[in-house]
């Protein structure tokens, strides 16, 4: 097309009789000005000129616009301008029109406008920006349209003109667009619809039972409401239906029996639910083409006999939450095309047959966590990509680990003594081993784990210090080896892990000085260095950990990412114990907007820098039970983030400064004992805390502590003048008293030195009291003897 410049070489084609010197066009029958759907909007999109003559395209039958801004370019002029879609009202043939992430947010007519084609049978409207499908048109002309996709945020009710639609429409997509109410009856009347998708919305209200009209329905997606009541019995009447989602909404009462009767059920999606009941494999009986299966996160029970063998070949099965134990589940042995197994906190308290183990060889990731499985695992072989076996009663020596295995998570189990080198598989990118008992020092081979992303050693009683072999682990972006009896000093080359995202190094044993270098990880995000024998400052550097100080960019970032591990439509995603407030919490998703300094329970000393005023995006400070000195910094109040402080058990100074009151987010404060003074700020947010946030402070007064400051601070108004005068009078009171001791000791002192007879009397009456002292004794001693 003369004119128009194709800067990603995405323009598709333009079939018919197109002559670009000419300008004959009226043949053409299909236009695709479409940019690359994959490629960020600033890079792939069409502009230039196109000549006006191409609106005389009255054959048209197929044009496709999307992923295209015209708003910034000349072919808004060539269309008449995107904001109005007059210029479309000749194109009589048209049968397909896609207009996807094209900027129509102020074109309030385009439903009245192309509901005029009668030929129209693809409508692709999804992130055009439109605010509304106008549920009061009363009747639209689609009467061939049988793909409608829009996904828009319309926040209004599904309109009742799709009822009109009900000969034509095949598919119907409303994803992510925002609808709320509840599901109307009429648009079960669509008699042919094969594809329903209405998630993520805000729908509400019960699934009503004309559901069972669909009888061509192979698709049906409500996941991500807030749809409530039992699943409707009509559902056994889709005999079609292959893929069912009702996950993520308050559906609740039993399974009905119906739902076994969809023979060509391939996928079935109800977790996170509150439904009930027991589940046998009566209702599985004619499910033989069943693929998928989740129903995590309910309250069903999964009752088969021991000798079941299901008939069908499962490649993804969710059962977390769901009780499924005590005995191991049997029937598993016979699936052979399983990808995906979850039956974590299933109940399962009996030991994993040997069967087992060769069975998951080919079973990409297991999740068995939060059971009470026993079984020695030495000299297993484990060949998934993702294995999580945490909390459970696992024993013996490490399993053996092929070169396939990325993720292992063996936590709190019965694990003992030293770290295996069996586990230094340079392929694995997750390694937990925590809590467990395991003792000795980190092996130096554990530096040969060049792919490792996060390493999680804590709660055992590991000993020794920190490998120096780490430094070839560049990628780490988490190191937990909290709660362990670790020694030596935290190395100052860990400043080169610039990838590191999360240092958690609390309850050891370390001593000296935290490195400065500890600042040149610029994405540190978690700082733990808590209850340790560290020494010497606070580190006046702390500003230059930018993730802490700067704001996330505009542009989508994911720091955390490296954090997760997906495999399919699942993701593996580490988690963090932290004390953030005062009380240890687990961070899992939400650890990627937790931003935390802790360096409680040391022994720094000097003041608190007022350098770390700057690190503008921490959420969580806490300082206390150091030996810290000197005022607080006063602007504090520039932490605009802080959530939580805690300063206490220091022998900090001075006034709790003013600008505190500025941090509008803080829920927990802690200033106790500290030498504070005056009275405590007054504003709503200061006297939301409790007296034991201040107390232990003997000069602080003020709401919430008993203290009055009224009599204190007149006390201390009065105190310069009132000093001064009882400086003086103390001054000559004890002046005077000391030449007067002076004078007078040696007075008698010198006249009993030169005076003899004085001596000698002096000597005489000293032994007459001595005398009396022990004659008077003696008699009463007798008298007492003989009564």
């Known amino acids: ?360 060889s080919k079973v990409e990731a297991i999740d068995l966590s939060g059971n009470h499985i026993e079984r020695d695992l030495s000299n297993i072989l484990l060949n998934s990509t993702v294995i999580n076996l945490r909390s459970n009663h696992f024993k013996g020596r490490f399993p053996l680990l092929s070169e396939n295995v990325k993720v292992l998570n063996i936590a709190n189990n019965s694990y003992s003594g030293p770290i295996s080198t069996f586990l230094c598989q340079k392929s694995l990118i997750h390694l937990n081993l925590g809590s467990n008992s395991l003792a000795g020092r980190i092996p130096y081979s554990m530096g040969a784990l060049v792919n490792l992303q996060s390493l999680r050693l804590q709660n055992n009683s590991i000993s020794g210090d920190i490998p120096s072999s780490f430094k070839n682990c560049s990628k780490f972006r988490l190191i937990d080896i909290g709660n362990n009896h670790l020694t030596g000093i935290i190395p100052p080359w860990i400043g080169e892990m610039t990838n590191l995202l999360v240092l958690c190094l609390r309850s050891n044993e370390f001593k000296g000085r935290i490195p400065p270098q500890i600042c040149q990880l610029s994405s540190l995000r978690v700082l733990d260095l808590a209850d340790n024998s560290l020494s010497g400052v606070v580190p006046n550097c702390l500003k230059k950990i930018s993730a802490m100080a700067l704001p996330e960019p505009n542009i989508q970032v994911f720091p955390f990412e490296p954090l997760k591990y997906m495999y399919g439509y699942v993701s593996y995603i580490e988690n963090l114990k932290l004390v953030p407030k005062g009380k240890e919490l687990e961070y899992a998703r939400n650890l990627e907007f937790v931003k935390i300094i802790n360096l409680s329970n040391n022994n720094l000393s000097g003041s608190i820098p007022a350098k770390i005023c700057a690190l503008f995006e921490l959420h969580f400070l806490n300082l206390s039970r150091n030996h810290l000195m000197g005022k607080i910094p006063e602007k504090i109040g520039s932490m605009k983030e802080l959530e939580s402080i805690d300063l206490s058990r220091n022998h900090l100074s001075g006034k709790i400064p003013p600008s505190v009151s500025n941090l509008r987010f803080l829920s927990y404060l802690d200033f106790s004992y500290n030498n504070f003074s005056s009275r405590i700020p007054s504003s709503t947010q200061f006297q939301s805390f409790d007296a034991p946030s201040y107390v232990g402070n003997p ?85 007492l003897l003989k009564s």
């Not at 029109?97 to 009245?112: A, N």
């Not at 709401?703 to 204190?712: S, V």
């Not at 005076?755 to 003696?778: A, G, L, Q």
């Open 1 to 360: 097309m003369e004119g128009l410049e194709d800067e990603g070489n995405s323009l598709r084609a333009c079939t018919g009789g197109w002559n670009p010197r000419s300008n004959c066009v009226a043949d053409v029958v299909v236009m695709l000005i479409q940019s690359s759907h994959s490629a960020p909007p600033s890079v792939y999109r069409n502009r230039g000129e196109i000549s006006r003559s191409l609106l005389e395209l009255e054959f048209l039958n197929y044009l496709d616009l999307s992923f295209n801004d015209f708003n910034r370019t000349s072919i808004s002029t060539f269309l008449g301008s995107m904001d109005n879609l007059y210029w479309m009202c000749g194109l009589f043939s048209i049968q397909y029109i896609d207009l996807s992430s094209v900027d129509l947010h102020k074109e309030v007519d385009s439903l009245q406008i192309m509901s005029k084609f009668s030929s129209l049978s693809e409508l692709y409207l999804s992130n055009c920006k439109l605010d509304s499908l106008n549920p009061s048109l009363g009747f639209v002309n689609f009467t061939s349209l049988q793909v409608l996709f829009s996904g828009n945020h319309f926040n209004h009710e599904i309109p009742n003109w799709f009822s009109n639609l009900s000969t034509s429409l095949l598919k119907l997509y409303l994803d992510d667009s925002s609808l709320k109410g509840e599901i109307l009856p009429s648009i079960f009347n669509l008699e042919k619809l094969e594809y329903l998708s209405l998630y993520p919305n805000h729908l509400i209200g019960k699934i009503p039972e004309s559901l069972g009209q669909l009888k061509h329905l192979t698709y049906l997606d409500l996941s991500f409401n807030s749809l409530n009541g039992p699943i409707p019995l009509s559902v056994g009447n889709l005999s079609h239906m292959r893929t069912l989602s009702l996950n993520q909404n308050q559906l609740n009462g039993t399974i009905p029996k119906s739902l076994g009767l969809l023979s060509n059920l391939e996928e079935l999606y109800i977790e996170n639910n509150f439904l009930t009941g027991t589940i046998d494999e009566g209702q599985f009986k004619k499910l033989s083409k069943l693929k998928d299966l989740s129903m995590s996160q309910t309250q069903l029970f999964f009752n088969v006999n021991s000798n079941w063998v299901p008939p069908f070949q499962l490649e993804y099965v969710s059962m977390s939450s769901i009780k499924i134990g005590p005995n191991f589940p049997s029937w598993l042995q016979s699936q052979r095309s399983l990808g995906f197994l979850d039956m974590s906190m299933s109940g399962i308290s009996s030991k994993a047959p040997s069967w087992f183990w060769n069975w998951t």
């Open 699 to 783: 000069q602080l007064c003020g709401d919430p502590l008993p203290k009055n400051c009224t009599i204190e601070e007149e006390s201390l108004k009065r105190l310069p003048i009132g000093s001064a005068e009882d400086d003086s009078i103390n001054s000559s009171f004890y002046l005077g008293m000391g030449v007067g001791f002076a004078a007078g000791f040696w007075a008698i002192c010198g006249a009993l030195f030169f005076n003899r007879t004085w001596r000698h009397s002096c000597s005489r009456f000293s032994d007459d009291i001595r005398d009396w002292i022990y004659v008077n004794t003696m008699i009463k001693l007798n008298w």
